[in-house]
Every structure is written in structure tokens, then in C-alpha cells.
């Protein structure tokens, strides 16, 4: 078993998304890490050990709701009380009143009790947060201001235990869009308001009290009772809140997902989805969605959405009559060709030039090459090109993921790089990742490929699977490979592994939305030799030096869960994942995936 390596998880630190946050606290990870195929990454933030497809979609899908917002927001927000009252007088009441609603909701959700700080214990701070809510048009729909407890000053086993908090993957939040559209369920959204708020704590937190608003002397202490943004153990007790009345409500949390959960009753499915604040519920009848609304009302104060229009910056649109639905981020492409000056750059019609091979040694070599490099955003611009990559663009994932790679010493054939992928994405705006019905009449439709070698600086291999379900992709991955493959057949092996992995969790996915998943699963790979590795354990020749897990796969299809079968290489949609490709492949390959205008 390959050691797991500890990494302060630092990939999207990009210094202008930073600034124009203000965030403390951003979920960074270190992509290089990752991307040198290790198995096994610790996540501080976590406090866990979390596999490469965790981490990954970890890094990423939680700074998503932070990326839509840097992109959306106005950031002239004042960053104090002090700063508030230094305003003119009707902008700094606007303010105000935000701030005394914040405290008003807090004293009716009884957070927290006015004490003196008891002998030996540390009160942590606590800073307010104002920002600007705006509508899609961009008018203003209302001042808010949120208290913030400075959790990084928290010790472990005094203030805080534990503090994971799981979200859901992005291809399980797919897999669901797409189901909604093949079995034309009904598919509505609600917003939990101050969701934190409502988780209870265990430890004993005290918090000084807040600028502002100070009540006695200084040594009078808020001592918390509720959870707080801000506090490290904030996510987990809102996770543990929402889990313990959905259980009371009939739900059962997926053992493989454990940020979604499912009520199968008398014929009745209902599937909730969950991140952070934001759920989404899924089912045949929309009075039994609205059963669940009235319940959870009960309990917490929540906004009804209404049929679900947008979900962590991905535009939904769907045609009931056709059984199709369609995701996409046109929006948030815009924002970022913006703001790294790519708004009126011309288009092109690849991801990346099909010649080109980056390598480390094109990174500076000269002081004076480094200081051409100084003022490029490199990393900032590959960091926020990740969000299209994770959620909504399989075509650009393997560019941004071979991008990615040279974070650390990138040089100017690197940000050429970048910016011909940017040219790509301003021709290709207007793609739509589309769910409908296919010819298929499988549950869902996988596919492996490998490119041998393909890593310059390692000889490594690059593996790529995307699964299908209809007539659109729900889970992709480009990677590159842990071990160096002698062969191309060991290269397609491997990778073939990986997409059976997936292939395995969609179906435990899908058994316990109550779904029959008895058949085999088919796997279709392009390489003759690497299929026969797989079925027929005779043929391993001179791949008898791989780690044994390699042979699970071998297990799987022995078990008749999983089933390799041969595809013509021309067929392939996983091609994209693995390598550069000319301009018709890249159409013909993005049809494939469901991506389109």
C-alpha cells in the first residue's frame, strides 16, 4: 500500500480570489500532490484521511459557492462596526439594522447565554461579516450582516473534537439532475437560513461578545449553546441537526453518500441532497416533496425555492415534455474571462493545442524568465477554470488537470497554454451538459481510456473514465497514473480499475435509491489485450510485477457485477479525458458526453 503524504492543503489560495473574499478560512489543496496520483491525502481542515477523488472534489466544490460569490458580489462592504460607523448616515442605518438582525436572530434561536468567563477557560473572538445580497439582475435585494466566531483560535479537546462535515460528491449531485429527467420527477429546492445557527453544541465555547453590541464589563462572556459560523465543529453539528430529523422523518442517510438521503415507503422515493444550506429534494409527487417542506419547517426556517432553477452557480433548465434537462455555467465562464482579460480574446476550437506537450522544463530557468512570470495569475486563472472542470465541462478536465500540474514553476508556454484554453471556453460558452432519454437500455454507461506515457517529466500514464447516464455524462475523471505503466495494456489496465471503482459506488448509489442493479455492470475499454488481462486471469504475462489491488478488477467481473467489453477506439468518449485532440475529435468526443448548445 503507497504511503499517504500529509499536505497543508493549499491549491486555491489564489491571491485575487482571497482578496476579493476577505475569507480566513478557505478549503485549499494541494493539487500537485494529488495530481502525482497518491492514494491517500490528510486534510487538516478535516482532520481525516480523504482518497484522491475526495480530496479533489473536497478542494473544489467547497470553495464553489465562494468562487460564485467573488465573481457576483460588490466588495466595497464595510469589514467592521468601526468602519459602519464611519459612513454616511442612510448607508451606515442600512448596516446597523443588519447588524441588530443578526443579533435579534440570534437571541431567538437562544445561541447563546450572557456569563462571566469562568476560571481557566479562553474566550475566542468573533469578527462580523456584511455583505450585499443581490438579485439575478444585480439590484439589491438586501443588507446582511453576519457574526463570525474566529474558530482558528479554538483548541482541540477543549473548545472542539471533531469537526468533519461531509458534502456531496459532484457525481452523485448529477446522478440525481439525471434521473430527475429520465423518470420526469418533480424537483424543488429550499434554503435553510442560517443553517449553522441550528446546530447544537457539545463542547463549552465561550465567544467575547460581539463589537457593537458589548452588555456589563469586559468579563462578561457569551457562552455559546448553538453552533456559530466560524466555529470548526459549525458544519458537523449542522450535518448531525439535519441527520437526526431526517431520520425522525422516515430518511435513511446513503451509506455511500453520506450528505444525501432517501425515503423509500409504499412506493413512495423521495431523495433529498444536501450542501450545507442548500437542499434539494427529488420525487414522482410533488405533494410528497411539499409533505417533506412542512415537516422541515417545523424544525428550522427555511426559504421555498420553488422548482429548482440554479444549484451552487450551475444553471438547471429542463423540458418536461422531451424528459431533458440541461447544466451549465455560462454565466460563471463569463466572470472569469473577464476578469483575467479574456472577455474579447477570439476563439479557438480546442481545449489545448494537439501538439503541444507541457513539461516542467518549460518553467523558468532564468531570473529574469522568473520575473516575467511574477505579475501572471497562473494559478489563480487554472484554480478558477477547476469549477468549470469538476462540474459542468468534461471537455476541459483533462487540460486543466495537465495545466494544473505546473502551479508550482509555471512558465510563459504554461500561460499560453492557459490562455488558448480560455479562447476555447469563450467559443464554447453557450454548452449545456444535457440529461435525456438514450437508446441504451442499461441504468447508466461507462467507458475507460488510457494515453501511455504521456507525462514528459515522469513517463507516467494518464487515465480517463466518464459514465453516462442517457444521453449525458455524471462522473469523469482525468488522472495521472500512481505507477509507471510498462505497456499501454498496463496503462489501460489501470485505468480500467479506476473507472470500475466508480463504476461499483454508482451502483451502491443507485441500490439504495431502490433501484435494481442485479446486472452486470458493463465497462467498455478500446484495448484488446488489457480486456483479456482483466477476464482471463491467464493472460497476466508480464503484468505479474502490479500491486495486487490492481486485481480487484478481476474479482468484480468474476462476481458478475461489472463486465468489460470492447469498443471501437473511434467510439470512445473517454479519449478527451486522456489526451489532446484536434478540433473534429473534439466535437465528435463532445457530442459524446452530451455537451452542446
Keep these: 500500500m503507497q504511503a499517504s503524504y500529509e499536505v497543508n492543503l493549499d491549491l486555491i489560495r489564489a491571491q485575487k480570489l482571497e482578496q476579493s473574499l476577505r ?27 480523504l482518497t484522491y477523488d475526495d480530496a479533489l472534489a473536497f478542494a473544489f466544490e467547497s470553495v464553489a459557492e465562494h468562487a460564485l460569490k467573488a465573481s457576483q458580489e460588490h466588495f466595497g462592504e464595510p469589514r467592521s462596526i468601526s468602519e459602519v460607523m464611519q459612513l454616511a448616515p442612510e448607508e451606515r442605518d442600512r448596516w446597523l439594522r443588519a447588524a441588530q438582525d443578526e443579533i435579534q436572530s440570534l437571541v431567538e434561536n437562544q445561541t447563546f447565554e450572557l456569563v462571566q468567563l469562568p476560571p481557566g477557560r479562553k474566550a475566542i473572538g468573533s469578527r462580523w461579516v456584511f455583505r450585499v445580497k443581490r438579485n439575478a439582475d444585480g439590484s439589491i435585494e438586501r443588507y446582511k450582516g453576519r457574526l463570525v466566531a474566529k474558530g482558528f483560535s479554538q483548541r482541540p479537546g477543549f473548545d472542539y473534537n471533531e469537526t468533519f462535515a461531509p458534502t456531496p460528491k459532484w457525481a452523485s449531485i448529477r446522478a440525481i439532475l439525471a434521473l430527475a429527467a429520465l423518470e420526469d420527477l418533480e424537483l424543488e429546492s429550499v434554503d435553510i437560513s442560517s443553517a449553522y445557527l441550528n446546530g447544537e453544541l457539545k463542547e463549552e465555547v465561550y465567544m467575547k461578545q460581539p463589537e457593537g453590541f458589548e452588555e456589563k464589563s469586559p468579563d462578561w462572556v457569551w457562552h455559546l449553546l448553538k453552533s456559530l459560523y466560524g466555529l470548526k465543529q459549525a458544519g458537523r453539528c449542522w450535518h448531525e441537526k439535519l ?4 431520520t425522525k422523518l422516515g430518511f435513511d442517510r446513503l451509506v455511500c453518500e453520506h450528505s444525501v438521503w432517501v425515503y423509500l415507503r409504499d412506493g413512495v422515493r423521495i431523495i433529498i441532497s444536501v450542501f450545507v444550506d442548500d437542499i434539494t429534494i427529488a420525487s414522482k409527487s410533488k405533494d410528497s416533496i411539499q409533505r417533506v417542506k412542512d415537516e422541515l419547517r417545523a424544525h428550522f426556517k427555511l426559504r421555498d425555492l420553488g422548482p429548482t432553477s440554479w444549484l451552487l452557480g ?7 415534455a422531451k424528459r431533458s434537462l440541461s447544466i451549465s455555467q455560462r454565466q460563471y465562464a463569463l466572470d472569469i474571462l473577464e476578469r483575467y482579460g479574456f472577455a474579447n480574446c477570439d476563439p479557438v476550437g480546442t481545449p489545448m493545442d494537439p501538439g503541444l506537450r507541457l513539461s516542467a522544463d518549460m518553467g523558468p530557468s532564468t531570473p529574469s524568465a522568473a520575473r516575467e512570470m511574477q505579475d501572471v495569475p497562473y494559478g489563480q486563472a487554472v484554480g478558477s477554470l477547476f469549477y468549470l472542470a469538476v462540474a459542468t465541462r468534461p471537455d476541459i478536465a483533462r487540460t486543466v488537470g495537465n495545466l494544473a500540474r505546473f502551479s508550482k514553476n509555471p512558465g510563459m508556454a504554461h500561460w499560453k497554454a492557459v490562455k488558448h484554453l480560455f479562447r476555447y471556453i469563450k467559443g464554447t460558452l453557450d454548452y449545456k451538459l444535457t440529461y435525456s432519454p438514450s437508446s441504451s437500455d442499461e441504468l447508466f454507461t461507462s467507458y475507460t481510456d488510457a494515453d501511455h506515457a504521456g507525462c514528459p517529466d515522469t513517463g507516467r500514464s494518464t487515465s480517463g473514465y466518464v459514465i453516462k447516464m442517457g444521453t449525458g455524462a455524471i462522473s469523469w475523471s482525468s488522472r495521472l497514473q500512481s505507477i509507471v505503466a510498462l505497456s499501454t495494456t498496463e496503462a489501460e489496465f489501470v485505468a480500467a480499475v479506476s473507472a470500475g471503482q466508480e463504476v461499483l459506488w454508482l451502483r451502491n448509489l443507485l441500490t439504495e435509491f431502490g433501484f435494481d442493479v442485479s446486472a452486470a455492470s458493463r465497462l467498455r475499454i478500446d484495448n484488446l489485450s488489457a480486456l483479456s488481462v482483466a477476464k482471463n486471469p491467464e493472460h497476466h504475462g508480464r503484468m505479474k510485477h502490479l500491486d495486487l489491488r490492481f486485481y480487484w478488477l478481476r474479482d468484480e467481473v468474476a462476481k458478475g457485477r461489472i463486465e468489460i467489453e470492447h469498443l471501437r477506439t473511434s467510439d470512445m468518449p473517454a479519449d478527451i479525458l486522456t489526451k489532446s485532440l484536434a478540433k473534429p475529435k473534439v466535437l465528435e468526443m ?7 448548445t
Design 23 to 49: 475569507v480566513q478560512h478557505v478549503y485549499e489543496c494541494s493539487l500537485e500532490a494529488m495530481l502525482s496520483g497518491i492514494e491517500d491525502v490528510y486534510c487538516t481542515q478535516r482532520d481525516d484521511y
Design 243 to 246: 441527520h437526526e430529523v431526517l
Design 314 to 320: 450551475v444553471k438547471i433548465e429542463r423540458d418536461r
Design 590 to 596: 463532445v457530442k459524446m458526453l452530451g455537451l452542446g
